[in-house]
């Protein structure tokens, strides 16, 4: 399973709270390609808690670093596979749990980079 990556962030539409121009606060926000964000907005920028759903139904459910998914956070895939744990550049990164919603196969430990890094469990 891939992290899907955030496309070019072309925004089709935007409901929420705007300073001096800029998306902040709460808000919501279509994107080009039919990708979504629904969560906490700073200068202009995806940052803070938020929910991204790409439009193929992938989600991302965490925290957001100007536009980038970061420290700590939730994947769940079409098939009910799922992903709880550090995030780091949109990638698994750190201490996480993987669960396969179509196989009875989990991995409770450390990635590097979005791959597995040390024992299966």
Known sequence: YEEPVLAQVIVKSYEGEKVRGLYEGEG???FEGGNTYKGMFSE???????????ADGVKYEGTFVKNVQMLNGRYTWTDGSTYEGSIKNGVRH?????KSGTHPVSYIGYWCKGKRHGKVS
């Open 44 to 54: 202009g920028f995806m940052h803070g808690q938020g929910t991204y759903t790409w």
């Open 28 to 30: 919501f926000a279509c």
């Open 94 to 98: 750190g201490f996480g749990f993987f």
